[in-house]
């Protein structure tokens, strides 16, 4: 059963911008800690940003200023917006829900599948 469901990703240029978006279930999405993760061929999957309940956010010291991450509650979605890219964002990139915000990857609960973003 999926539990969330990213779309997006897509194909661009060095220095142009793309919005993800990731809806999932209300008793996924209310009141958890979002975020956006992303895994590159041949590296480890890392955290770019998450949000809290709280609207409260972090992101990982390479994507600041570049990317912001944002919630609609009325939909039960999260949303990165990325501007500015380079050819090292290119991933496959996650979004994710927990209870509770926590930099430990595997902690998180529920999954996407995953949309590709590819920077050239």
């Known amino acids: 059963h999926v539990q969330l469901v990213e779309s997006g990703g897509g194909s661009v240029q060095a220095g142009g911008s793309l919005r993800l978006s990731c809806g999932g279930l209300?008793?996924?999405?209310?009141?958890?800690?979002m975020g956006w993760f992303r895994q590159a061929p041949g590296k480890e999957r890392e955290g770019v940003a998450h949000?809290?309940?709280?609207?409260?956010?972090v992101y990982v010291d390479s994507v600041k200023g570049r990317f912001t991450i944002s919630t609609d509650m009325s939909n039960y979605s999260v949303y990165l917006d990325m501007t500015g890219l380079k050819p090292e964002d290119t991933a496959t990139y996650y979004c994710a829900a927990h209870p509770y915000c926590s930099h430990v990857i595997d902690r998180w609960t529920y999954w996407g599948q995953g949309t590709q973003v590819t920077v050239s």
């Open positions: 949000i809290g309940s709280d609207d409260s956010s």
């Open positions: 209300r008793n996924v999405v209310m009141n958890s800690c």
